[in-house]
C-alpha cells in the first residue's frame, strides 16, 4: 500500500513539474534594440546591441508576443533588453518571438 502511495505520489510531482510555465533566462540578453513600429500583436524593432547583433544579426526584427508581455510599456522610441523565446525565421525583416522583454532607462 505504502509503495502505491510513494508511486502516485511521485507520477504526481513529475506531471506538475512538466506543466510549469517558468522558464529561466540567461543574464544576459539576445539583444537590445529600439521601437520602430508597434502592431496589434507584433513590434518592430531595431536590433542595435548585443550577443545577437556581434553574431552578425543587425537591422530589424518583428517580434510577436502574447499575453504575458505588457503592451503599455511597448512604445515607440524606448529601447529594450530581449530574449528570444526559441528559434529566429530567416526572413527580410527576422521574426522571432519575445521570451521575455525588460525597458532600459
Known amino acids: 500500500m505504502t509503495l502505491r502511495i510513494s508511486l502516485l505520489l511521485f ?6 513539474s512538466a506543466c510549469n510555465n517558468n522558464e529561466e533566462y540567461l543574464a544576459d540578453s539576445d539583444f537590445i534594440g529600439e521601437v520602430i513600429k508597434f502592431n496589434n500583436q507584433s513590434i518592430e524593432m531595431e536590433v ?15 517580434l510577436s ?3 504575458s508581455v505588457g503592451k503599455s510599456s511597448l512604445e515607440k522610441g524606448k529601447k529594450f533588453k530581449v530574449w528570444i523565446d526559441g528559434e529566429v525565421l530567416d526572413s527580410s525583416p527576422m521574426q522571432a518571438t519575445i521570451g521575455k522583454i525588460e525597458v532600459l532607462d
Open 11 to 16: 507520477t504526481v510531482f513529475i506531471l506538475l
Open 48 to 62: 542595435k546591441q548585443g550577443v545577437f547583433f556581434e553574431k552578425g544579426n543587425t537591422g530589424n526584427i518583428i
Open 65 to 67: 508576443y502574447g499575453k
